[in-house]
């Protein structure tokens, strides 16, 4: 079975600073996705972004990019030029390639605040 | 609409009482989840629907909870005889292929 490790409950940075996320994982799977969602208070879970295991290079939406080491098992989330809007709750998922029910686990989350 | 639509949004009852909880996905997705949110915790799988596939129910956490899903669309989730351990957020996510999931806003369950 897969987990997913997110050690940060809370961070905290100002506006216009940098912050990342951290996210272990670990399978025996060899080809699968991983995903960052955003959940803010209106509950709905937001994709941020989404990797191919088999893709090396990393991915990156606008401000949201993430470091993918697989080796190491590791997929860390980074916002740049952070805003008031990304404060919410992220979760760190995984999904074996097989899709269906049982390739999506959930980290416990990240609670990120953004202050002015 | 254009997304996953969950009703209601928030539904208090009382202890032992049943409650039904709807999604309706987005047209033309023909997997459906629903998971179940405690409170500061992570996403737990409840049940999966893949077109007309027999469901996967390996996640539910007892014969009190069942889900249906009418015509490859709307699904209900029902809780029967509800325990305060039930009260969480449920939410529905559909999915047009594998990898790409969309989710509803959720349903808030307090059970008093």
């Known amino acids: 079975a897969q987990t997913v490790t997110q050690s940060q409950p809370e961070m905290s940075v100002q506006e216009a600073e940098t912050v990342t996320l951290s996210c272990t994982y670990d399978?025996?799977?060899?080809?699968?996705?991983l995903f960052w969602y955003k959940q803010p208070p209106s509950r709905q879970m937001i994709l941020v972004i989404r990797q191919e295991a088999y893709k090396q290079q990393n991915a990156t939406e606008n401000r949201f990019s993430v470091n993918f080491q697989k080796a190491a098992k590791s997929f860390s989330l980074k916002i740049s030029d952070s805003q008031l809007g990304d404060t919410a709750m992220y979760f760190c998922a995984f999904m074996n390639s097989g899709g269906g029910a049982d390739g999506l686990t959930f980290g416990k989350g990240t609670h990120l605040i953004i202050q002015p | 609409g254009a997304g996953v639509s969950q009703s209601p949004s928030n539904k208090v009852t009382e202890k032992g009482k049943d409650v039904e909880l709807r999604c309706d996905p987005i047209?033309?997705?023909?997997?459906l989840y629903w998971y179940r949110q405690s409170l500061g915790q992570g996403l737990e799988f409840l049940i999966y629907f893949q077109g007309n596939s027999a469901p996967d129910k390996s996640g539910l956490p007892s014969d009190r909870f069942s889900a249906e899903r009418t015509g490859g669309s709307v699904s209900t989730l029902t809780i029967q005889r509800t325990q305060q351990e039930d009260s969480a957020v449920y939410l529905c996510?559909?999915?047009?292929?594998?990898?790409?999931?969309?989710f509803g806003s959720g349903t808030q369950l307090s059970v008093l």
């Open positions: 399978t025996s799977e060899s080809n699968y996705y």
């Open positions: 047209s033309g997705h023909t997997a």
């Open positions: 996510a559909s999915s047009p292929d594998r990898a790409k999931l969309f």
